[in-house]
């Protein structure tokens, strides 16, 4: 299929001329930079991303907390309970 420009699989001349004149750069602003300071960039970005967050409160805490403690002891019963099933099961066909 063609359009105004060209055809879709072929691309144009002028495409072909601008992506040859571009230059590779290696490293791009990294590669400037020395090793430590780039780690302190690094370490003033994460505090920068922490301060973003959002964190609980005291009570809402207490209450997640509570909440994943009661479903891991559920969730441990469940395991436990099929465990015991599966034992008595294997005990039962292999004497």
Known sequence: MTDAVGSI?????????????????????RGKKGPLK????FYRQIIAELRKVVWPTRNQLTSYTTVVIFFVVIMIALVTLIDYGFNHAAKYVFG
């Not at 072929?10 to 992506?19: C, I, K, N, S, Y």
């Not at 780039?38 to 960039?41: H, K, N, V, Y």
Request: proline residues 4%; without cysteine; charged residues 50%.
């Open 9 to 29: 699989d072929m691309p144009d001349a002028q495409d072909e001329v601008q992506e040859s004149k571009k230059k590779t750069r290696k490293g791009g602003k």
């Open 38 to 41: 780039r780690l302190a960039l």
